[in-house]
């Protein structure tokens, strides 16, 4: 049974910095691209960025870009999204993905097959 749990979320001023983590477990997590998405208040949810299986190749959206990294430890089968810079606009309830096959993915959620529960993240001040 695939599970995925992510943490690392929080309040935070502008400016300031988070670091969420997703746990994975009942899956080859290295056989897989991750995927994180986010979905703000009232709106649908939207790409955030992907990491394929070794974590050379990574994806971001733009509004992100620059500001927040993807990161994946095969051996704890975990992935990372270090979040810096953090706006308003960043707030939104993130969410871990699995994608969907062993294959390489884009930024649709109809490539992710396996889902987290979520991980609130409020920028205010």
């Known amino acids: 049974q695939v599970q995925l749990v992510e943490s690392g979320g929080g309040l935070v001023q502008p400016g300031g910095s988070l670091r969420l983590s997703c746990a994975a477990s009942?899956?080859?997590?290295?056989?897989?691209?991750m995927g994180w998405f986010r979905q703000a208040p009232g709106k649908e949810r939207e790409f955030v960025a992907h990491i394929s299986w070794s974590g050379g190749g990574t994806a971001y959206a733009d509004s992100v870009k620059g500001r927040f990294t993807i990161s994946r430890d095969n051996a704890k089968n975990t992935v990372y999204l270090q979040l810096n810079s953090l706006k308003p606009e960043d707030t939104a309830v993130y969410y871990c993905a699995a994608a969907k096959t062993s294959l390489r993915v884009g930024q649709k959620e109809a490539d992710f097959a396996s889902w987290g529960q979520g991980t609130q993240v409020t920028v205010s001040s």
């Open positions: 009942g899956f080859t997590f290295s056989r897989y691209y």
